[in-house]
């Protein structure tokens, strides 16, 4: 699977933005897709995730506030995010988590997209 994402860019606070995240190759059932980011000197963290049957998870820091979706091939993933706060500034990155079975998944990555909120 290969990972292509878009979207990012200069915002103001409050403003809004919309990633996307295009997969080549197949998307199977027991993939979930998500958002991670990372600050500069932080860690990598989730932000939002969605499962084949649309079930969604987020992080506590972007609830209400952004949302993740997928077209019905549920092999592009969007990331709608609204009220964007200063501290949203990071490399957001797109990525599939594979169920391999026995305990154990693969994760792909793609290549980040840079967020930035500033005034």
């Known amino acids: 699977v290969q990972l292509q994402a878009s979207g990012g860019g200069l915002v103001q606070p409050g403003g809004s933005l919309r990633l996307s995240c295009a997969a080549s190759?197949?998307?199977?059932?027991?993939?979930?897709m998500g958002w991670y980011r990372q600050a500069p000197g932080k860690q990598r963290e989730l932000v939002a995730a969605?499962?084949?049957?649309?079930?969604?998870n987020y992080s506590d820091s972007v609830k209400g506030r952004f949302t993740i979706s997928r077209d019905n091939a549920k092999t592009t993933v969007y990331l709608q995010m609204n009220s964007l706060k200063p501290e949203d500034t990071a490399v957001y990155f797109c990525?599939?988590?594979?169920?391999?079975?026995?305990?154990?998944?693969?994760?792909?990555w793609g290549q980040g997209t840079l967020v930035t909120v500033s005034s």
């Open positions: 190759g197949s998307i199977f059932s027991v993939d979930v």
């Open positions: 969605i499962t084949h049957d649309d079930t969604t």
């Open positions: 990525n599939v988590d594979r169920n391999l079975g026995g305990g154990r998944s693969y994760a792909y």
